[in-house]
């Protein structure tokens, strides 16, 4: 989760366990503001955290404007997350 001073949220995720193979009538019921991502043992590994980033992360980053050290950018931003290696 992506939280700033002036009260940007960045969208939540959950984690499941499993390969994501649900009916459709389920993936319906899931609330629209919360992104569902599928991992064999409900871990947050590197595959899940570069899904997360390509899915939520950097899609807000750009809509809120932050560059995370890109050119062209007026504001830049530093994303980090504690020391797991899916997070490096």
Known sequence: MLLRGDGFLCRLAVIFRGQGKVQRVEKRSYHPDITVLWQAKAWNNAQTQLAYDDLVL???????????????????????????????
Do not use: M, T
């Not at 809509?63 to 997350?81: D, H, W």
């Open 58 to 88: 950097i899609p807000e980053l750009k809509a809120a404007g932050v560059g995370i050290g890109r050119p062209g950018f007026e504001v830049e931003g530093l994303a980090f997350s504690d020391n797991l290696s899916a997070h490096k």
